[in-house]
């Protein structure tokens, strides 16, 4: 590969007045190119997978998380025969891997050009809202430490992969992080995930939701957990009259159903089915 790699270079017109500068840029590119040349399409999609996990340490089980479908052990095969064989992947710990910057960047570009990006990007965020959720309201030391590894990449799935959570699960990235930091005390960390929520969930849903609804009343309680009870009030009130008036709603709603389905019984008490004439 090393001499096919000196070929490709050697033969770039470029390289015929290189500066230092573009000749390490193409020989970063040519390399990368080789290696991609040499995976097979299992190995392509968890390279691609990989660039979109945030640019820090990996956990092994969040890669397998994303792929719940595919059997642990080829993934474990694929990876070590493919991506840390060819220096695309590096292990940083025990079960711990990382993609260098430039090499992120040039699996992410392959990924936009993959049949397969979407539902990589669903999976990933499935898995993220998962360790979201497994993120309790108020974490002890044990809770931190399992998490720790995978703030990044749920802060990556809060602020860039949005658009692929599905509603249900739009919260739970900035729910799982604002969780994380608050149960430290950290509440300068954690208030901006409290706000991106609340600007989130008005974005996706509107100003009259559920979401919006618990987004205020969760940024209320942050507030109120500092003793600023003069931020948390109005916040609490907002939240409180949304919820009364989306009851409202729904209570509406329930109403006029149940009211439609008496008029039926009565319908077809007084005209039995059997009587009607059918419309052709």
Request: net charge negative; with cysteine; charged share 25%.
């Amino acid at each position: 590969m090393r001499q096919r790699l000196a070929d490709k270079l050697l033969t770039h017109r470029s390289m015929q007045e290189p500066s230092a500068e573009m000749t390490a840029q193409l020989g970063v590119v040519a390399a990368f190119e080789l290696s991609w040349q040499e995976l097979d399409n299992q190995a392509q999609n968890l390279g691609c997978l990989l660039s979109i996990f945030a640019l820090a340490p990996i956990p092994w089980d969040l890669v397998e998380r994303c792929l719940p479908n595919q059997d642990s052990e080829d993934l474990e095969d694929v990876r070590d025969d493919y991506l840390v064989n060819l220096s695309l992947l590096q292990r940083t710990g025990e079960e711990t891997y990382e993609l260098h910057q430039l090499i992120r960047k040039f699996l992410s570009d392959k990924l936009e050009e993959l049949a397969e990006a979407d539902e990589l990007k669903r999976g990933y965020c499935q898995a993220m809202v998962a360790v979201a959720k497994d993120i309790p309201q108020t974490p002890i030391l044990r809770d931190i430490a399992q998490a720790t590894l995978a703030i990044p990449h749920l802060a990556e799935t809060a602020t860039v992969y949005q658009a692929w959570l599905s509603d249900e699960d739009l919260i739970w990235p900035f729910v799982g992080l604002a969780r994380f930091y608050a149960g430290q005390g950290a509440y300068a960390q954690a208030f901006p995930w409290r706000e991106q929520h609340l600007s989130a969930a008005k974005k996706r849903f509107g100003d009259e939701h559920p979401d919006v609804a618990a987004s205020l009343n969760n940024l209320a309680g942050l507030y109120y957990s500092q003793g600023r009870y003069s931020d948390a009030e109005p916040l609490y009130i907002q939240a409180s009259v949304l919820r009364y008036a989306l009851r409202r709603v729904r209570s509406h709603l329930v109403e006029k159903q149940l009211v439609a389905r008496y008029c039926k019984h009565i319908i077809l008490k007084k005209y039995p089915v059997s009587t009607l004439t059918k419309v052709q």
